[in-house]
């Protein structure tokens, strides 16, 4: 039984995002099946990681955004998700902008360390493999990748 599509939210953008908000958050398993396999961070031991839906910048609201926090490293994820709709004007190449970046890095609910080397990886979520975003920096994941590639038991 797929519990998404009994509750008729397999399309619905902000649910789906905060539903991938709370593993990251909550599901260990999930979280460094993720990191790993999607993120492609290695090093996952000794990291503080949190997810955040929708956090506001000057140049839109990027649906997902991700902390990863290491003694010597950090990374900003910045996920922009979509489930049969298109790419907002220009949206990933806004959120990608260094002017947006530097807005997620300065916010405190987002990184709390001062570390000051911090990579940005960028994920393009989408359920059609074909398409693609504007922003260059944007990896191009489909929800059939994170089906294949976290197959995983959630823990309670």
Known sequence: MNIIKLLGI???????????????????????????????????QNINVKAHARVATSLGIPDIVVSVEGENTSTLVVIENKLKAEEGVNQTLRYSDEKCITELLANNRIFNNNNRHIETKFIFLTLIPEQIPTGNSFENITYKDILEKINIEIED
């Open 10 to 44: 397999e399309y619905k953008e902000d649910i789906i995002s905060n539903l991938i908000v709370g593993l990251i958050n909550e599901s260990k398993v999930f979280r460094n099946s993720f990191l790993r396999n999607i993120v492609k961070i290695e090093c996952i």
